[in-house]
């Protein structure tokens, strides 16, 4: 079993910045990646931003070259860095943590990114 809690979320300004972290424990060492996920209001779940244990990392075009994931080795505490911020980024944030064997997907309990015009 992991866990996961996630911290940083709150109201920001258009153009504004913030970070989120987010810390694993239990079971890290299945952790294969870690990752953030939001989820606007009417709308499906949809990945941000993940990091894996390889060190590479993968964004959606929504957020590139204004979001930053990084971590330690992926396996215990992973940042995402928001800059820019638009009101469309507004949405509750989920932390992610994906293990290969067997393959399981760990949710935190989210954290609320609020972005106004």
């Known amino acids: 079993q992991v866990q996961l809690v996630e911290s940083g979320g709150g109201l920001v300004q258009a153009g504004g910045s913030l970070r989120l972290s987010c810390v694993a424990s239990g079971s890290i060492f299945s952790i294969n990646s870690m990752g953030w996920y939001r989820q606007a209001p009417g709308k499906q779940r949809e990945l941000v931003a993940s990091?894996?244990?390889?060190?590479?990392?993968i964004y959606a075009d929504s957020v590139k070259g204004r979001f930053t994931i990084s971590g330690d080795n992926a396996k215990d505490l992973v940042y995402l860095q928001m800059n820019s911020l638009k009101p469309e980024d507004t949405a509750v944030y989920y932390c992610?943590?994906?293990?290969?064997?067997?393959?399981?997907?760990?949710w935190g309990q989210g954290t609320q990114v609020t972005v106004s015009s």
């Open positions: 990091i894996f244990s390889s060190g590479s990392t």
């Open positions: 992610n943590a994906r293990a290969l064997a067997p393959p399981y997907a760990y």
